[in-house]
């Protein structure tokens, strides 16, 4: 597997709180990507980036922010949390390879804004 | 405005027998297609793939049949197994772009 962790694995926050989900990859690869997923909807591209401090908008990315400083780390950033933004949220990572296509993924992180 | 399309939300399959899972596409720039697996509380894991280049992909018991003319794609898993009860998720690359976008899913059920 993979070595990819997501950080919290639960979290219960209340409206307008800001909260950080954070990304962890021990494999060096260079795209890293950021998807929720929500019942009727499937998964949906929020953020991904293609190296450090390199980022770009994905489908549904209107309230999120996100980060790279460092090649084995991708925050994703709710500036102020809304309950339309409970969801899971996974993180995938794929390498230098062309095409990039195959992603690995995180086990998730359980969102809940009240 | 979905570009990957998965119309069957759920599937009901008798074990030992074949499981077809449909997906459509509108983007004629996508060049290469992918097949997902999930199960509940996991993060989706990589089962098959296909390039546009190809109208045909197999790896064990998958097989993915692409239909470029159509825009569409099938995977098909024979024999069923109990343990292929999961949600299934297709998805595409647009060539040249960094980003994998998704289907919303469907759901099979490999029956006892």
């Known amino acids: 597997d993979a070595g990819i962790t997501q950080s919290p694995r639960h979290k219960v926050t209340e409206t307008g709180t800001p909260v950080t989900l954070r990304c962890h990859q021990t494999?060096?690869?260079?795209?890293m990507y950021w998807y929720r997923q929500d019942p009727g909807h499937g998964l949906r591209l929020i953020h991904y980036s293609y190296g450090v401090k390199d980022t770009d908008k994905g489908e549904v990315s209107d309230g999120y922010s996100v980060s790279r400083s460092k090649t084995e780390d991708f925050l994703l950033t709710l500036e102020s949390a809304t309950s339309s933004q409970t969801s899971v949220y996974f993180c995938?990572?794929?390498?230098?390879?062309?095409?990039?296509?195959?992603?690995?993924f995180g086990s998730g992180t359980q969102l809940s804004v009240l | 405005d979905q570009q990957v399309k998965q119309n069957s939300p759920s599937l009901s399959v008798q074990e030992g027998r074949i499981s077809i899972l449909n997906c459509d596409y509108t983007?004629?720039?996508?060049?290469?297609f992918l097949w997902y697996k999930k199960y509940p509380a996991e993060g989706p894991t990589f089962l098959i793939s296909i390039s546009s280049i190809k109208d045909k992909n197999e790896d064990g018991r998958f097989t993915v049949f692409l239909n470029k003319s159509a825009k569409h794609l099938s995977l098909h898993i024979v024999p069923s197994q109990p343990g292929d009860s999961a949600v299934y998720f297709c998805a595409a690359r647009e060539k040249g772009d960094d980003k994998i976008i998704f289907g919303k899913g469907t759901r099979l059920h490999i029956l006892p």
């Open positions: 995938a990572i794929s390498g230098d390879q062309l095409p990039n296509e195959k992603l690995f």
């Open positions: 983007n004629s720039m996508f060049d290469y």
């Open positions: 494999e060096n690869h260079r795209y």
